[in-house]
């Protein structure tokens, strides 16, 4: 998870211009980047590279040395039109600052997406249509600040509600339509009531929103999110099937500590982001069409055995190789025959288990094991890790972790998110002009017009908070990364479960049978 950046960008230069660009690599990074369109084109090789594994030096040192000299792509991207603000995405068009998703369009601020349109601040949704901070959803239409929706239809404020309609501040519904706080109502009530909530102005949002907030806190929530399952142990999950321990995924089947996944994986083992593969082993950051890839990173598009490799596409039989497309039997970027190639990478093995890698602790790094995390391009607090477990710098030096700030650029600026207008209908056309400091870490942000555009049409306040901001929060309450045994919280159930819902955190968990009865 070190290595890999979901949401980050930032300026570095490019290795073939010159010019700064927007990249996956900050400025300090070691490795070198190159423009995605260039690196894609055929005006530079790889292969020219390639070294000759000096078997008196460890792996891990000569793949370290390969890192900082073959350039990698600055962005990952398939294909995308008007979409230059987005990294690790494919097929999306008029996104801005959206990661890790694919085939969406005019989508702003989304993270973990697949099929969306016309949405904004979300993460982890997918097939959605004009919504807006979610959590969690999919097949949603017009929902708002809701989290594990599916199939619904205009909610407000809500959580776990499935083929629900006009519902607001609900936990817990199935087939529902005008409800109040779990609370059935007329159409006409429920308008009215609507109506009555002000939505458009900062202020009475702020207060319905905290209302609902303590509505949904006193609901019992089932001890693991996920449908459709079939012995699985985890969160998030869903149509699955033999899943252990593992975090966010669809369509998996006997798979242990995945995590971010989309969808689609089989027989695969600690493995982080993002799906369309079988028998991965201690991976990151690659997927689709993935078979036989182990102790690699950004890998994608049919890559069947390669170990310790980056940024590998359409490639079979790499050993240690970096920015490789259409090609086999390589190691360090050097060109073997078949039957040359299966010689040196057996050799290779062996040699791993003797000239071991010392990291800058003293732990040492052998065949079987994925990278030191000192040799990831990005440090802990731009990577993924930081998000899942925050450390502090005393933590994240002494785990032998890159260390370093997120380096996010200061700007000053021109107006306080407090002295925004209350009301949206008050929000001129010009206020895409100013540069906002944040509610909260009181850095500086910008609106920009499609976002105005969103916000007028839904009737919504300007957030007050940076989009870095508004994502921390909108993650607060998704359940943590770490599994305990706990018992059933209703009266009388003494059933056991592993759960990620951690106990010193208030919630009311309840096992299969007593969520069900719960369900209305
Ligand atoms: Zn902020
Ligand atoms: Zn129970």
Redesign the pocket.
């Known amino acids: 998870m070190s290595f890999f950046n979901q949401r980050r960008l930032f300026r570095k230069k490019e290795d073939h211009s010159g010019k700064k660009i927007f990249s996956g690599y900050p400025s300090e990074s070691p490795v070198r980047i190159y423009d995605r369109d260039y690196w894609l084109s055929d005006a530079w090789d790889p292969l020219s590279y390639g070294k000759d594994y000096d078997f008196s030096k460890s792996f891990f040192e000569q793949f370290r040395e390969l890192l900082k000299s073959v350039p990698l792509m600055a962005i990952s991207a398939g294909e995308h039109v008007n979409s230059d603000y987005c990294n690790n995405v494919d097929n999306v068009k008029d996104c801005y600052l959206c990661f890790d998703g694919n085939t969406s369009e005019n989508c702003h601020y989304l993270v973990g997406f697949s099929d969306c349109r016309d949405c904004m601040d979300m993460y982890q949704c997918g097939e959605s249509e004009l919504c807006y901070e979610l959590f969690s959803a999919v097949k949603c239409f017009q929902c708002y600040f809701s989290s594990e929706l599916a199939e619904c239809n205009n909610i407000w404020f809500s959580r776990d509600c499935y083929g629900c309609q006009d519902c607001f501040g609900c936990a817990n519904l199935k087939n529902k339509k005008y409800h109040i706080y779990n609370q059935p109502h007329t159409k006409e009530s429920y308008e009215s009531f609507i109506k009555g909530q002000q939505l458009n102005s900062y202020t009475s949002f702020t207060e319905a929103r905290k209302k609902a907030k303590k509505f949904l806190a006193s609901q019992p929530q089932r001890y693991m999110h996920g449908a459709q399952n079939d012995n699985v142990v985890g969160e998030y999950v869903y149509h699955s099937h033999n899943v252990e321990f593992s975090y966010q995924g669809n369509e998996m089947e006997d798979v242990k500590y995945v995590q971010c996944m989309g969808r689609n994986l089989r027989d695969c083992y600690d493995y982080t982001s993002w799906g369309g593969a079988e028998l991965v082993y201690e991976s990151v950051n690659s997927g689709f069409g993935l078979s036989g890839v182990m102790f690699s990173f950004n890998c994608a598009d049919s890559v069947s055995d390669v170990e310790y490799s980056a940024m590998i596409s359409s490639s079979q039989h790499l050993f240690g190789c970096i920015g490789l497309r259409n090609r086999k039997y390589c190691v360090l970027n050097k060109q073997y025959s078949e039957s040359d190639y299966f010689t040196i990478r057996k050799k290779i093995v062996a040699q791993m288990a003797t000239i071991l890698y010392y990291d800058r602790k003293g732990k040492t790094y052998t065949y079987g094991e994925f990278f030191p995390p000192e040799m990831s391009p990005i440090n802990y607090k731009q990577s993924l890790a930081m998000d899942f477990y925050p450390l502090s710098d005393e933590e994240i030096e002494s785990e032998g972790y890159k260390t370093g700030e997120v380096g996010l650029k200061a700007v000053k600026s021109t107006i306080d998110a407090s002295e925004l207008p209350d009301k949206i209908s008050d929000a001129p056309d010009v206020i895409v002009n100013e540069v906002i400091g ?6 500086a ?1 910008r609106m920009i017009p499609k976002e105005l555009e969103f916000l007028k049409k839904h009737n919504l306040p300007i957030p007050r ?2 989009p ?2 508004r994502y921390s929060e909108r993650i607060k309450d998704r359940n943590p990364l770490t599994w305990w045994q706990r018992t059933c919280m209703k009266a009388g159930c003494e059933k056991q479960f592993k759960t990620s819902f951690d106990p010193t955190v208030k919630a009311i968990v309840y096992c299969d049978t007593c969520y069900e009865g719960e369900v209305g």
């Open positions: 944040c509610d909260s870490c009181k850095r942000y908070l940076c870095d901001c």
